[in-house]
């Protein structure tokens, strides 16, 4: 018996529901609570007026406040519905129009796709030579890839996962906070209005071609399909409104920026104190690997727009080491070749999810070129 008398009796009315581990109560007020700092966080960005507001400003928020131990969360179910969302609200910009402007433009997307996987190949072995990571863990942390299947890719080849991540964390927080604001500001555009539609919902057409890219996202995500819920909605909608299959309108304001605040706040809830501990070893390298990608992006952006005409601000976005929905959202808030953005990336996508590994295998057998995995 304790200093407040008898505890009452644990009864069935008095126990806490749980339902693995947790309390029904924690599952709405932790992604409750994340999704108001984001949404607060970017609001206070719109306000000021700064580059992509709804992606930098609940990612930032959301982070800082995990970092300093604030344990922010959503569920797996909230990051997947902004990734279709966001899908749907970037291929709608897939109009025959864009489609043909383009189209030429599909063997430079391969080429950079190549040119990007020899960076991210030369960056791994810097960082193993000089930062002290094992080869195998730092191949796989420097190619410029989705990082789940970086993660499953390194998993299997048997690197430190936990540094893999955080390298791509990394990498990802660094790139969607300097080259949407220096392209803004170093090319002095100003940020686009977007068309907002009149209509509080969807068309029934839009609404038609959001379930069946949902359906089809769920089914491929099953064949273990990378990133099936960006992607799947990304291609079906860029690919039925490019042949003029539908025009299903414009997508509501709301529900671009609710997207965005999904995304965003998914990626900031990834940092945490475990996290940032065990990335200490890597915040040097991956640091200065991050700025290395970003200035790659501008040298190759120069490139592009000297042999194929690509303007230079769109080719930074193209080519700048983050991911394909946080450069789609940046090149559409800054009024850019969106399309174009989004093809470099896919294309990039494709190539590094299927070479990265054959690549690993091919520099361990160069063993006499001191490229093979420390000891």
Same mark, same amino acid.
């Given at each position: 018996?304790?200093?407040?008398?008898?505890?009452?009796?644990?009864?069935?009315?008095?126990?806490?529901?749980?339902?693995?581990?947790?309390?029904?109560?924690?599952?709405?007020?932790?992604?409750?609570?994340?999704?108001?700092?984001?949404?607060?966080?970017?609001?206070?960005?719109?306000?000021?007026?700064?580059?992509?507001?709804?992606?930098?400003?609940?990612?930032?928020?959301?982070?800082?406040?995990?970092?300093?131990?604030?344990?922010?969360?959503?569920?797996?179910?909230?990051?997947?519905?902004?990734?279709?969302?966001?899908?749907?609200?970037?291929?709608?910009?897939?109009?025959?129009?864009?489609?043909?402007?383009?189209?030429?433009?599909?063997?430079?997307?391969?080429?950079?796709?190549?040119?990007?996987?020899?960076?991210?190949?030369?960056?791994?072995?810097?960082?193993?030579?000089?930062?002290?990571?094992?080869?195998?863990?730092?191949?796989?942390?420097?190619?410029?890839?989705?990082?789940?299947?970086?993660?499953?890719?390194?998993?299997?080849?048997?690197?430190?996962?936990?540094?893999?991540?955080?390298?791509?964390?990394?990498?990802?927080?660094?790139?969607?906070?300097?080259?949407?604001? @220096? =392209?803004?500001? &170093?090319? $002095?555009? #100003? *940020?686009?209005?977007?068309?907002? !539609?009149?209509?509080? /919902?969807?068309?029934?057409?839009?609404?038609?071609?959001?379930?069946?890219?949902?359906?089809?996202?769920?089914?491929?995500?099953?064949?273990?399909?990378?990133?099936?819920?960006?992607?799947?909605?990304?291609?079906?909608?860029?690919?039925?409104?490019?042949?003029?299959?539908?025009?299903?309108?414009?997508?509501?304001?709301?529900?671009?920026?609710?997207?965005?605040?999904?995304? @965003? =706040?998914?990626? &900031?809830? $990834?940092? #945490? *104190?475990?996290?940032?501990?065990? !990335?200490?070893?890597? /915040?040097?390298?991956?640091?200065?690997?991050?700025?290395?990608?970003?200035?790659?992006?501008?040298?190759?952006?120069?490139?592009?727009?000297?042999?194929?005409?690509?303007?230079?601000?769109?080719?930074?976005?193209?080519?700048?080491?983050?991911?394909?929905?946080?450069?789609?959202?940046?090149?559409?808030?800054?009024?850019?070749?969106?399309?174009?953005?989004?093809?470099?990336?896919? =294309?990039?996508?494709?190539?590094?999810?299927?070479?990265?590994?054959?690549?690993?295998?091919?520099?361990?057998?160069?063993?006499?070129?001191?490229?093979?995995?420390?000891?």
């Amino acid at each position: 018996m304790g200093e407040g008398g008898a505890r009452p009796p644990v009864t069935a009315a008095t126990r806490p529901m749980r339902t693995n581990g947790k309390t029904q109560m924690d599952k709405i007020l932790r992604p409750g609570s994340t999704l108001l700092i984001g949404s607060v966080a970017g609001a206070t960005f719109a306000a000021i007026h700064t580059p992509v507001p709804w992606l930098i400003g609940p990612l930032l928020a959301v982070a800082i406040c995990n970092i300093l131990g604030a344990n922010l969360d959503i569920p797996h179910w909230m990051r997947s519905t902004g990734q279709w969302l966001l899908g749907i609200a970037l291929g709608l910009h897939f109009v025959p129009s864009m489609v043909a402007q383009i189209s030429g433009l599909l063997p430079y997307m391969v080429l950079a796709a190549f040119a990007t996987i020899g960076f991210g190949f030369a960056g791994g072995w810097a960082m193993s030579r000089f930062g002290g990571i094992d080869r195998t863990t730092a191949h796989f942390a420097a190619a410029i890839g989705g990082a789940p299947e970086m993660a499953a890719a390194a998993e299997h080849a048997g690197a430190n996962i936990d540094q893999v991540v955080s390298a791509h964390m990394l990498r990802v927080l660094l790139t969607v906070t300097v080259v949407p604001a @220096a =392209v803004q500001y &170093g090319a $002095r555009l #100003t *940020p686009h209005a977007p068309t907002i !539609s009149l209509e509080a /919902l969807p068309s029934p057409s839009l609404i038609v071609l959001a379930l069946t890219s949902l359906a089809g996202a769920a089914l491929l995500r099953r064949f273990h399909f990378p990133n099936a819920y960006a992607l799947v909605p990304l291609l079906l909608t860029s690919i039925l409104l490019g042949t003029g299959v539908v025009s299903p309108g414009p997508l509501p304001r709301w529900i671009s920026v609710g997207a965005q605040i999904l995304v @965003a =706040v998914s990626l &900031g809830i $990834r940092f #945490t *104190p475990e996290s940032l501990v065990a !990335s200490r070893r890597l /915040l040097l390298p991956v640091g200065l690997y991050s700025f290395a990608s970003i200035a790659y992006a501008g040298v190759g952006a120069a490139v592009l727009w000297m042999i194929a005409g690509l303007r230079f601000p769109t080719g930074v976005l193209s080519l700048a080491p983050g991911g394909m929905a946080d450069m789609g959202i940046a090149a559409e808030a800054l009024g850019l070749l969106v399309p174009a953005v989004i093809g470099f990336h896919v =294309v990039r996508v494709i190539f590094v999810v299927l070479l990265t590994g054959p690549l690993l295998i091919w520099a361990r057998g160069l063993h006499g070129r001191g490229l093979a995995d420390k000891g």
